[in-house]
């Protein structure tokens, strides 16, 4: 199971608890970045800021570790977390977009709008935390891009040295068969 940080501002307060619990429940250790209780005062990006850095220092330690923010704005979220070095954060409204991010750029943090109902909410998590990237060259290329633009400034391609053997090669079921 996966470590996730979770946090809330006051328009996703509600949910955001009731996802932390949802979690819990079903076995991922969850931390809570989040107020202890409703402050309708509060402000979203002291809340983004600590789920992306969380996010990132366990990464970085070899965790298996996503964020997971409700907000009363999901996008004002998405642009403070994206902040953080080596944030990836996206919103989705369903299983399928939360999928789709990690298994497109490796999205680590998932931003929900507080409004969501908690069944699609829950389903969008579980589906993001459970999803995984894909071993494709292209992809990888891509986000290693991304991470040089974003800690040098340029896309020179320096980062994306492969060899032969690095190479993930897949077979569909007919070439496994064939090859027996």
């Known amino acids: 199971m996966a470590r996730i940080h979770v946090a809330a501002d006051h328009g996703g307060?509600?949910?955001?608890?009731?996802?932390?619990?949802?979690?819990?429940?079903?076995?991922?250790?969850?931390?809570?970045?989040?107020?202890?209780?409703?402050?309708?005062?509060d402000d979203y990006p002291v809340f983004a800021i600590r789920v992306g850095r969380a996010v990132v220092t366990d990464q970085d330690a070899g965790i298996d570790a996503f964020g997971v923010l409700t907000l009363d704005e999901a996008a004002a979220g998405v642009v403070a977390a994206n902040k953080v070095n080596g944030a990836r954060a996206v919103?989705?409204?369903?299983?399928?977009?939360?999928?789709?991010?990690?298994?497109?750029?490796?999205?680590?943090?998932?931003?929900?709008?507080?409004?969501?109902?908690?069944?699609?909410?829950?389903?969008?998590?579980?589906?993001?935390?459970?999803?995984?990237?894909?071993?494709?060259?292209?992809?990888?290329?891509?986000?290693l891009q991304i991470e040089e633009y974003e800690n040098a400034g340029t896309i020179e391609g320096w980062a994306v040295q492969l060899e032969p053997e690095q190479v993930l090669v897949t077979h569909d079921a007919a070439d496994a068969a064939s090859d027996l």
């Open 91 to 143: 919103p989705a409204a369903s299983p399928r977009g939360a999928a789709t991010a990690r298994e497109v750029v490796d999205a680590n943090v998932l931003v929900l709008e507080g409004i969501a109902f908690e069944e699609n909410a829950w389903l969008t998590v579980s589906a993001f935390v459970t999803a995984r990237l894909p071993h494709d060259v292209s992809r990888g290329r891509q986000i």
């Open 13 to 41: 307060y509600e949910l955001g608890r009731a996802l932390a619990q949802r979690a819990r429940d079903a076995g991922h250790e969850v931390v809570w970045h989040g107020a202890e209780a409703l402050d309708p005062g």
